[in-house]
C-alpha cells in the first residue's frame, strides 16, 4: 500500500472541490480543502506546496498566512517548479510591508522560471533588464539574451 495514501486521496478530493463555487464557499468544507492541501504541502510534494503557497498568498488572511505562502512558494521553486518561481519574482519585484523592492532578487527568480520554461518570467527578465531596478542596473546583453529565451518559449 502506498505511504501516505489517504492524504493523497483528501489532496486530490480537495483539488476537485476547488472548482466547484458552493464547496469553496461553504466554511467548513473549505477548511476541511485547506487542511488537505497544507498535510500535502507538509509531506513535501512540491505541486502541493506550490498551490497551497498560491492559495496562502492570494486568498490567506492575514501576514502570516502571506508568509506561509511565500516559504512554501520558495520550497516549491527550489524543486523546480517554474509558476512558484515566477510568483517569487514578482513578489520580489514589489516588496512588501516587511522588505523593499529588490529587483536582484527577482532576476534570480524569475531566472530559475525561466529556466524550467516559462515564458512570462523570460520576459519579465528581459524588461527588467532591459530597466534596471532596485539593486540591479540596466544590462541590454541579457535583455537581448531574455527576449530571445521569451521568443523561443512562445512570447
Do not use: T
Not at 50 to 57: E, I, Q
Not at 67 to 94: C, P, T
Not at 106 to 120: I, K, M, N, V
Amino acid at each position: 500500500m502506498k505511504p501516505h495514501l489517504r492524504a493523497h486521496v483528501g489532496y486530490w478530493v480537495a483539488r476537485q472541490l476547488r472548482g466547484w463555487r458552493w464547496a469553496v464557499g461553504q466554511p467548513k468544507v473549505w477548511r476541511w480543502m485547506e487542511g488537505q492541501f497544507a498535510r500535502m504541502a507538509a509531506l513535501g510534494d512540491p505541486d502541493a506546496q506550490s498551490f497551497y503557497g498560491h492559495v496562502l498568498l492570494f486568498r490567506g488572511v492575514g501576514l502570516g498566512a502571506r508568509e506561509e505562502g511565500l516559504r512554501l512558494l520558495r520550497l516549491a521553486a527550489q524543486a523546480g517548479d517554474s509558476r512558484a518561481a515566477y510568483q517569487l519574482g514578482v513578489n520580489s519585484l514589489k516588496g512588501s510591508v516587511s522588505q523593499a523592492p529588490d529587483a536582484a532578487e527577482a532576476a534570480r527568480w524569475f531566472s530559475l522560471a525561466a529556466q524550467e520554461g516559462h515564458p512570462l518570467a523570460a520576459r519579465r527578465l528581459a524588461e527588467l533588464y532591459r530597466d534596471g531596478g532596485p539593486g540591479l542596473e540596466p544590462n541590454p546583453s541579457q535583455a537581448a539574451h531574455y527576449d530571445a529565451c521569451a521568443a523561443k518559449l512562445g512570447l
